[in-house]
C-alpha cells in the first residue's frame, strides 16, 4: 500500500469511520438532552391528602381503673419520705397501670426531654435530668432493648447536652444519647396547617415507642409551654419562623406526633421569662409530675401550675378541634396520687 | 623529583612533592576559604604529579586495580601524614572528574566508613567497613547513627504532624457523657500548644506588649532547642514543613531528578527574603502590630487547615455520604450515619462550619503547596519568617555539619534531598542557618565528607544569615512605616467599622492589634461559627483578624473557650462569672438594634419576638411593648371595596442598651433571612472607653 499523501482522500472505510464517530456523539448528547430535558416552570407541589401522623399509641390499655391522666405529687409520699424525681414518676406511672402497659419487652424507646437551652437543671429551661433518668430506668424495667435520648437544641446541643445533666445522667443508665447532628435531619412531609416539608431529626421519629417528656415552663409568646410544645424539637431548618403563628404551628406538629406517654416535669417550674429563663428567682419548686396519654390534656391541666387557663392557649382549642386529644381534661380518668 | 612510587618509571615529577602534613594542611585551609580557585590550584598541581604515571587515573573513568598508585598510597600510609595524603589526593582528582564518575572507582580505593569522628588515619585501612556495591561513590555507607538519626527524623516528622492534626480537631467543644451539668466547659488539651512553643510569636509580641504572655514561656524551650541543634523545628518538628516536605517528596519538582533537581537544591540568593520578611515583621511588630502572624507557618497551618481543608472535607463527605441515604439499603444508610457520627465526634463539628472569605485562605495555601514544583520547599526556603528567626539562631547551635571537602568527589548525591538548600556539597561553605537538620546529606554522602557532630568544626560553615544590608535595613524600615501607613487610613482612630465584633474578653483594639497574630484558633474552636476572619473590615491591618458574624452564629453566652485557646492574650482568659457578669459587669462586644422597617411586629403586625426568646441575659435586653395595632385584610372587600380594617395584639420588641451584650443571639434567630431586621454593631464594647453609646459607660479613666 503506498503511503499516504496530503491530498489524499480518506479511503471508505475511514470516511465511515469519522461519520460514525460524529453521528455516534450526537446521537448520545440528543439522548442526555431527552433525558435530562428540565421544560421549565416552577413545578409547584400541592399538598394533598389527609395530614401526616406518627402516632406511638398503644391500643386501649388494659385495665379500666387505670388512669388516663395520673399527677403525682410531694403528698403522695409517706411521711419522713424523701421526695424524689424517681419517687414521682413511679407513683404517677403506677396510677396509670405501669409503664409495662406502654413498653413491651424489646421495644426501641425513644424519650424526647427539652435540652433546648445551655441552662442548668437549677434554672428549669430544660427538663430536669433525675425526672429523664427516671422515665429511662423505667423503660429499661418494663422490658425496652434499647432507650434513646435526643432533642434538638436551640444553644450549641453539645453543651445543652451537657450543662443540662441529661447527657450524664442518661449514659450512666445505658441509654444512648444522639446529638441532632445536620445529618440526622431528612425533609419529611407533614402536610400540617402551616407545617407541610420540613427537615425532621429521624432518630425522634424512628422507634416503637416515644415517650414525650417535657418541661413545664412560661413562655413569653405562647404563654405557657409543655407537652405539645416539645415537638419543637423534632424539626431542623429554620424553626424560627414558626413564631409567626406559633399556635397553629404547635398544633400542627401535635397533629404529626402522637406520643405514647407524656411525662410533664414540673418539679421545678419557670414562672417568667420563658422559655430560657436563667434567673433561679424565677423559678418555683412544686415537686409535681404529670403522666398522660393525651398530650392536649397533659397540657390544660399543666398550665394552671403558672396561674394560666386553657382558654388562653389557642393552641390547645386547635389540638381538640382536630381531635387528637381533649383540653377538658376532667372528662379523662384522672388520678391524683 | 623523580617518580618515587612502585611503578618504577623513574620519571620526573617537576612538580611533585609527595603532599606533606604541611601541604595538607595547606591545601586544606586553601579549601576552607572555600573558592573554587584553590581547589583548581590543588588539582592542577596533583594532576600533574598523578599523570606521571602512565597508568590510567581510576576516576577518570578506567575500571581496574592501578597498582602504582595503590603503592603510592601504601607508602604514604607509612608516613604521618597517610591517611590526609589520601584525602587529599582523592580529592584532588575529583575536582576534575565528573560528578558522577564515582561509581566507576576501583575497590581498592574505597576508604573506610567506619569510625565516624577518627578523621581517617592510618587504623582505618585496616577496618573492613562494609562496603556495599549498589551504593555509588566510594560506596561506604553512612554510620548506622545518621541512618537512624533519619528515620528518627520521620518518625518525629509524622509525629508532629499527627499531634498538630490531633489538636486541632480537638479545638472544638464537643460535650462529655463523663461532664455532670456543673463541670465547667473547658477543653482538656493545650490544643493551642504549637503556637506557644513558637518563638517567633513570642518575640513579636514580647516587641509590641514587652511582655511575655503566658504559655509563651514554652517558646523558650524551642529556643533553646535550637540553641543546641539548629533549626531542628523546620525540619524535624513543624507540622507546616512536613506538609511541605511530603509534598515535595510526591510532587518531586519540575526539576525532576538529574542535574536540575541538584541546582534547585543549591543556595539560592532568593532564600533572603524570609530574613527580610522576618525583620519587617518584627518592626511591624515594635511599632505595634503583630501583623506577621500572617506568614507565621504554624499561624497559617491552623488558619488554611483548621478554616479551609476541614470545613471543605466535611462538606464533600457529608455531600458524598448524604446521597447515599438515597439509595435503598438499610445497610448503608446506618452505615453513612454512624460514619457521620464517628467523623463530628472526632474530626469536625455535628454541623457544618463556614467561614467568611476562607476561599482565599484556602487558595493562599494551595498556591505555596503548588510552588514546591518549582521550588522545592519554597515556603520554608523563601517566605517561613519562623525559619529566619530560628536561622539567626542557629548560629549557636552546638551541633551541626562538618565537612571535609578533601574526600568530596562532587557527586552531588547530597543535594539531591537537601530540604534547606544549605549547601550541604563540597567546595562551598555550609549555611548553617538555613539547614533543617534532616541529615539527609549525610546519609547520602558515599564518601564520608559530611558529619554532623557537637562542636563542629566551623571552618567550612557560615553560621550568620547572608543578607545584604541596605536590602535588610530597607525591609526592617518597611515594615516599621507599615503600621502608621495603615493606620492613617480610616480603620482604626475614626471611623472605626461597625461590623468589627471582636471575641468577648478581647482587649482594646490598640492593644487587640499588638497581640492578634490571626491564628485563628478563636475561630476554629467557635461552638456556633461565629467568629470569622476578617477581610477589610478592620482595615489592611486586621485582614484575618477575628470578628463576629452574628448571622452565622451568635456568642454562645457562657461560652469562654476563645480565650482559653488564644495563644497571646488578644482575648483574654475571661472566667463564665466574669463574662457573664456576676459580681462585676458583664463583657460585652457590641449593641443589637432594630430595623423597624423589616421587624414583623414593628411594621407588619405579625407576632414574632425569636429575639426575645433567645435573648440569653437576665433580665433580658429586649423587653417587648403590648400594642394593639390595626392591621389591613389581605383580601379585599366585598363588591371591590377597600380590604377590611381588623386589629391585632402584638408584642414589639426593644432593646436596653444597659443590659445589651452584643451577643447577637437575636441577629442569628431573627427570621427575616437576608438581612435581620435586628442586628448588633460594635458599638457598647466593654473593652473601648470611646466606641459607647451611653453617657455612663463614657468614662475616660476607668480602667478597663
Known amino acids: ?337 | 623529583m623523580a617518580c618515587g612510587t612502585s611503578c618504577g618509571c623513574g620519571k620526573a615529577v617537576s612538580l611533585a612533592p609527595k603532599p606533606t602534613l604541611a601541604d595538607t594542611e595547606l591545601t586544606r585551609a586553601g579549601m576552607h576559604a572555600g573558592t573554587e580557585l584553590d581547589l583548581e590550584r590543588i588539582s592542577a598541581r596533583s594532576i600533574a604529579d598523578l599523570g606521571a604515571h602512565p597508568s590510567p587515573i581510576p576516576w577518570k573513568g578506567t575500571i581496574g586495580i592501578v597498582p602504582s598508585l595503590n603503592a603510592m598510597l601504601a607508602t604514604e600510609a607509612q608516613a604521618v601524614t597517610a591517611s590526609a595524603a589520601a584525602a587529599s589526593t582523592a580529592s584532588s582528582s575529583t575536582a576534575s572528574s565528573s560528578a558522577a564518575s564515582g561509581g566507576t572507582a576501583d575497590g581498592v580505593y574505597r576508604k573506610s566508613g567506619g569510625g565516624g569522628g577518627d578523621g581517617g588515619g592510618a587504623g582505618t585501612s585496616k577496618k573492613k567497613a562494609k562496603i556495599d556495591p549498589k551504593l555509588p561513590g566510594s560506596g561506604i555507607p553512612a554510620r548506622p547513627i545518621i541512618r537512624g538519626l533519619v528515620w528518627a527524623r520521620r518518625a518525629s516528622q509524622v509525629g508532629f504532624f499527627a499531634l498538630f492534626m490531633y489538636f486541632l480537631f480537638q479545638t472544638g467543644f464537643r460535650g462529655s457523657f463523663t461532664a455532670s451539668s456543673d463541670t465547667v466547659v473547658r477543653l482538656p488539651l493545650p490544643v493551642e500548644g504549637f503556637l506557644l512553643a513558637d518563638p517567633f510569636v513570642s518575640a513579636m509580641t514580647v516587641l509590641s506588649t514587652h511582655t511575655v504572655y503566658r504559655g509563651l514561656l514554652w517558646s523558650v524551650g524551642m529556643l533553646a532547642l535550637t540553641l543546641v541543634f539548629g533549626r531542628v523545628f523546620c525540619g524535624w518538628i513543624c507540622p507546616f514543613g512536613t506538609l511541605h516536605h511530603f509534598f515535595g517528596w510526591i510532587l518531586p519538582s519540575t526539576k525532576g531528578r538529574g542535574a536540575h533537581r541538584v541546582e534547585a537544591n543549591k543556595t539560592h540568593g532568593y532564600q533572603r527574603v524570609k530574613y527580610y520578611m522576618m525583620y519587617a515583621f518584627l518592626l511591624a511588630a515594635l511599632f505595634g502590630s503583630a501583623v506577621g502572624g500572617m506568614f507565621d507557618p504554624i499561624c497559617v497551618a491552623v488558619r488554611s487547615i483548621g478554616l479551609g481543608v476541614i470545613p471543605a472535607g466535611q462538606y464533600v463527605t457529608g455531600r458524598g455520604l448524604n446521597g447515599l441515604q438515597t439509595v435503598h439499603s438499610q445497610a448503608l444508610q446506618t452505615g453513612a450515619d454512624h460514619t457521620q457520627d464517628f467523623l463530628a465526634q472526632t474530626v469536625w463539628q455535628s454541623k457544618q462550619f463556614y467561614f467568611h472569605q476562607t476561599w482565599l485562605i484556602l487558595s493562599l495555601l494551595v498556591a505555596v503547596l503548588f510552588m514546591n514544583r518549582f521550588i522545592p520547599r519554597f515556603w520554608c526556603r523563601v517566605l517561613c519568617p519562623l525559619g529566619a528567626f530560628l536561622g539567626v539562631f542557629a548560629r549557636f547551635a552546638l551541633f551541626g555539619m562538618e565537612k571535609d571537602h578533601a574526600k568530596c568527589t562532587d557527586c552531588n548525591l547530597c543535594l539531591v534531598n537537601c530540604q534547606g538548600a544549605d549547601s550541604p556539597q563540597g567546595g562551598v561553605k555550609h549555611r548553617q542557618d538555613e539547614c533543617h537538620m534532616c541529615m539527609n546529606c549525610e546519609a547520602a554522602c558515599p564518601e564520608d565528607v559530611i558529619k554532623f557532630r557537637f562542636l563542629p568544626s566551623r571552618v567550612s560553615t557560615i553560621t550568620k544569615p547572608d543578607l545584604q544590608r541596605r536590602t535588610l535595613l530597607a525591609s526592617a524600615a518597611a515594615g516599621a512605616a507599615y503600621i502608621p501607613a495603615a493606620r492613617i487610613a480610616d480603620s482604626l482612630d475614626v471611623n472605626y467599622h461597625s461590623k468589627v465584633i471582636r471575641p468577648p474578653g478581647a482587649v482594646e483594639e490598640r492593644a487587640f492589634l499588638e497581640r492578634c497574630i490571626r491564628c485563628a484558633e478563636c475561630m476554629k474552636v467557635c461552638p456556633n461559627n461565629a467568629l470569622h476572619p476578617a477581610f477589610l473590615e478592620a482595615g489592611v491591618e486586621g485582614i484575618w483578624t477575628p470578628i463576629l458574624i452574628a448571622r452565622v452564629g451568635y456568642c454562645e453566652h457562657s461560652c469562654v473557650l476563645c480565650g482559653q485557646v488564644c495563644p497571646t492574650g488578644a482575648i483574654q482568659k475571661i472566667t463564665e462569672k466574669e463574662k457573664l457578669g456576676i459580681g462585676v459587669a458583664p463583657v460585652k462586644i457590641g449593641t443589637a438594634f432594630y430595623d423597624h422597617g423589616r421587624c414583623l411586629p414593628w411594621s407588619m403586625q405579625t407576632p414574632c419576638i425569636v429575639c426575645e426568646e433567645f435573648c440569653p441575659t437576665s433580665p433580658k435586653a429586649i423587653w417587648v411593648e403590648e400594642v394593639e395595632a390595626p392591621v389591613r385584610d389581605s383580601k379585599p372587600g366585598p363588591n371591590g371595596e377597600q380590604p377590611a380594617m381588623k386589629t391585632v395584639k402584638l408584642q414589639r420588641p426593644h432593646v436596653d442598651p444597659s443590659l445589651c451584650i452584643g451577643c447577637g443571639a437575636c441577629e442569628k434567630v431573627c427570621p427575616v433571612q437576608d438581612q435581620p431586621a435586628v442586628y448588633i454593631t460594635s458599638v457598647g464594647e466593654s473593652r473601648s472607653k470611646t466606641n459607647v453609646i451611653l453617657l455612663e459607660n463614657t468614662n475616660y479613666n476607668q480602667k478597663t
Not at chain 1, 163 to 168: C, E, F, L, T, Y
Open chain 1, 1 to 337: 500500500m503506498e503511503p499516504k499523501k496530503p491530498q489524499d482522500r480518506p479511503d471508505r472505510r475511514e470516511a465511515l469511520k469519522r461519520i460514525g464517530a460524529a453521528a455516534g456523539v450526537l446521537a448520545a448528547s440528543a439522548v442526555v438532552g431527552k433525558l435530562a430535558w428540565d421544560k421549565g416552570g416552577f413545578g409547584v407541589g400541592e399538598a394533598s391528602g389527609s395530614r401526616m401522623m406518627r402516632s406511638y399509641r398503644v391500643a386501649e390499655p388494659g385495665q379500666p381503673a387505670d388512669a388516663e391522666l395520673a399527677i403525682a405529687r410531694a403528698a403522695g409520699f409517706k411521711e419522713g419520705e424523701e421526695v424524689t424525681a424517681e419517687g414521682l414518676v413511679a407513683h404517677a406511672l403506677a396510677a396509670m397501670g405501669g409503664m409495662k402497659k406502654f413498653v413491651k419487652r424489646g421495644d426501641i424507646v425513644v424519650i424526647k426531654p427539652n435540652i433546648g437551652w445551655d441552662r442548668a437543671p437549677i434554672h428549669a429551661a430544660n427538663t430536669n435530668p433525675d425526672v429523664v433518668a427516671a422515665v429511662i430506668k423505667e423503660a429499661f424495667n418494663a422490658g425496652a432493648k434499647k432507650v434513646v435520648v435526643a432533642d434538638g437544641s436551640c444553644n450549641d446541643p453539645n453543651r445543652c447536652y451537657q450543662r443540662s445533666g441529661i447527657w450524664n445522667k442518661s449514659y450512666a443508665l445505658g441509654a444512648e444519647v444522639v446529638l441532632p447532628a445536620e445529618h440526622r435531619f431528612r425533609t419529611m412531609r407533614m402536610k400540617g396547617e402551616v407545617l407541610d416539608e420540613w427537615p425532621v431529626f429521624t432518630t425522634l421519629v424512628e422507634a416503637d415507642k416515644v415517650i414525650n417528656v417535657p418541661v413545664a415552663k412560661h413562655h413569653n409568646l405562647a404563654k405557657y409551654t409543655a407537652a405539645m410544645k416539645n415537638w419543637y424539637g423534632v424539626l431542623g431548618g429554620r424553626r424560627n419562623r414558626l413564631h409567626q403563628n406559633i399556635d397553629t404551628s404547635i398544633a400542627d406538629l401535635a397533629t404529626f406526633m402522637s406520643p405514647t406517654l407524656v411525662i410533664v416535669d414540673a418539679m421545678r417550674v419557670l414562672m417568667r421569662n420563658g422559655p430560657q429563663g436563667g434567673n433561679i428567682d424565677d423559678t418555683r419548686v412544686m415537686n409535681t409530675i404529670i403522666a398522660s396519654v393525651d398530650q392536649i390534656a397533659a397540657d390544660a391541666l399543666g398550665c394552671t401550675l403558672i396561674g394560666q387557663h386553657r382558654d388562653n392557649l389557642p393552641y390547645l382549642k386547635m389540638g381538640h378541634d382536630r381531635g387528637i386529644g381533649t383540653m377538658f381534661y376532667e372528662n379523662l380518668r384522672v388520678k391524683e396520687v
